[in-house]
């Protein structure tokens, strides 16, 4: 059972590069992180478009021919988790379709909280859907519209679109890239060579050399083509609600999102974690990879050394099963080894992003204590999540979370642990800079700033039922 929040997307796309399908490769790369599921490119060269698709990791999707075989000066690409059910080389992206406009690929990191009331309408209308994805109704949308120009017909149907979305969609000659009023998702805006990138997260662009330029404002539509950048702001205003987790766990720490380092934030989360809920230790010690910023930052305000007294396996694949389930915990052994002469007679603090359904946790703590540790201390830099997310973040049901079934006394005797403390919502707010107000807090608060349907059962995130599986 997964015990993190999932990222489910991760976009790119470039204009006006001889290399733009090779540089979009690279660029998913960089994006792996954002979804591992699937991975997808459409290139563009003036006339006509070039898709390939394929389940699995960036490499595993491409190879040179299938990379030579997209041509053309611009490219969009896609990385993609799926939720349970919907892992279908079908509901890869780009999905690309040809209509009365001409051929149109479209990228989606987020996920649109009307798709299945305008779906429905759709299906009522004609539309005989493809996927199974929210994505596929900004296309119809998009088929359907009577504008005279792809550009307002475009804008057209995004304008009927509610919830996350972070876009890059491409024609035969024009990219463009998209950001919900709200600016729940990251997307920025690089240079290269003379030209345009955009990509969810910078590094990205640091990986192919490119310039960041800026982010694609929240509520901004921007066309780019030959005769360069038109910007379109077609959307009411709305209050932002940038995604603060993409601070604690999501982004890469080497980006920059919402113009701050992903790094300093989450460091200054655990210099903050420290002087909230200090204990004396003798050692700090992360939970590979997420903790390890935060963990830095505790260290450095608390005094206790960091070392690194569980290493992790990264090569564990992502469909790794236990050959006997009787063994207990044998996962969580696959993907984490002790350093028992780090951690023996030690006063351990262990440091997370976070605690989802605690089960993980409750391992690790076993496996340190196992090592010899005299106390073990966890600490969370953000607040427990209560609530799941309905923007684009791939989440157990509100019941499976441990942070909302359980008080943090009884979440501290489940872990086993000494002793356990979260960073508060005003620390993680401050350590972004904001008052309440820019970023989203739903999954800690269980406030939802875009209404979304409410019965949890039926509504399933990227997983719109057909009416043949429902
Ligand atoms: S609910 Fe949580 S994970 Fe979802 S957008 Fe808001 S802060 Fe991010």
Not at 215 to 224: A, C, K
């Amino acid at each position: 059972m997964r015990d993190k929040f999932r990222d489910e997307c991760g976009v790119f796309g470039i204009f006006g590069h001889p290399d733009a399908a090779n540089l979009t490769y690279l660029g998913l790369y960089a994006l792996q992180h954002r979804g591992q599921e699937s991975a997808g490119i459409t290139s563009a060269d003036g006339k006509r478009l070039f898709l390939s698709r394929a389940m699995g990791y960036v490499s595993d999707a491409f190879d040179e021919a299938t990379l030579l075989s997209l041509k053309g000066p611009s490219a969009i690409g896609h990385v993609r988790y799926s939720t349970a059910g919907d892992s279908r080389l079908v509901n890869a992206q780009p999905i690309l379709i040809d209509c009365a406009h001409g051929e149109i690929s479209l990228c989606h990191n987020g996920n649109l909280v009307n798709a299945q009331e305008l779906r429905d309408e759709l299906v009522r209308r004609g539309s005989i859907f493809q996927t199974s994805s929210d994505t596929e109704v900004i296309l119809h949308l998009y088929a359907r519209s009577q504008a005279p120009m792809a550009e307002d017909a475009i804008i057209e149907s995004i304008s009927q679109v509610r919830g996350a979305f972070s876009l890059a969609m491409l024609t035969k000659d024009k990219l463009v890239a998209v950001r919900d009023p709200h600016g729940f998702r990251p997307l920025a805006i690089g240079e290269l060579d003379g030209a345009t990138i955009v990509c969810s997260e910078t590094c990205a662009l640091d990986l192919i050399g490119a310039t960041h330029v800026r982010d694609v404002e929240p509520g901004e539509v921007l066309v780019i083509d030959s005769t360069g950048m038109r910007s379109y702001k077609p959307f009411a205003d709305a209050p932002f609600e940038h995604c603060i987790f993409e601070h604690v766990y999501f982004a890469r720490p080497d980006s920059k999102v919402f113009g701050q380092s992903v790094n300093e934030v989450r460091t200054d989360l655990g210099r903050r974690l420290a002087r909230e809920a200090g204990v004396d230790a003798d050692v700090v010690v992360p939970i590979p990879d997420s903790g390890v910023c935060a963990a830095l930052g505790f260290a450095e305000e608390s005094g206790a050394p960091f070392k690194m007294g569980l290493i992790r396996n990264h090569y564990v694949g992502r469909t790794f099963i236990s050959p006997q389930q009787a063994i207990r915990n044998f996962k969580v052994k696959v993907k984490l080894n002790p350093v028992r002469s780090i951690l023996k007679g030690k006063r351990v603090v262990l440091v997370d992003d976070s605690i989802i359904r605690g089960t993980t946790s409750r391992n690790i703590v076993g496996m340190v204590r196992a090592a010899g540790a005299s106390e073990v201390h966890m600490r969370i830099s953000c607040p427990p999540t209560i609530s799941p997310c309905y923007y684009g973040i791939d989440t157990p049901r509100r019941s499976e979370l441990i942070g909302f079934t359980h008080t943090v006394a009884e979440i501290q005797e489940f872990l086993g642990a000494d002793s356990l403390a979260y960073l508060d919502i005003e620390g993680l707010l401050s350590a972004v800079g904001s008052r309440r107000g820019d970023y989203c807090t739903s999954c800690f608060t269980g406030k939802y700033p875009v209404e979304f349907p409410h019965d949890e059962n039926a509504y399933l995130q990227l997983a719109l039922k057909l009416p043949s599986e429902s």
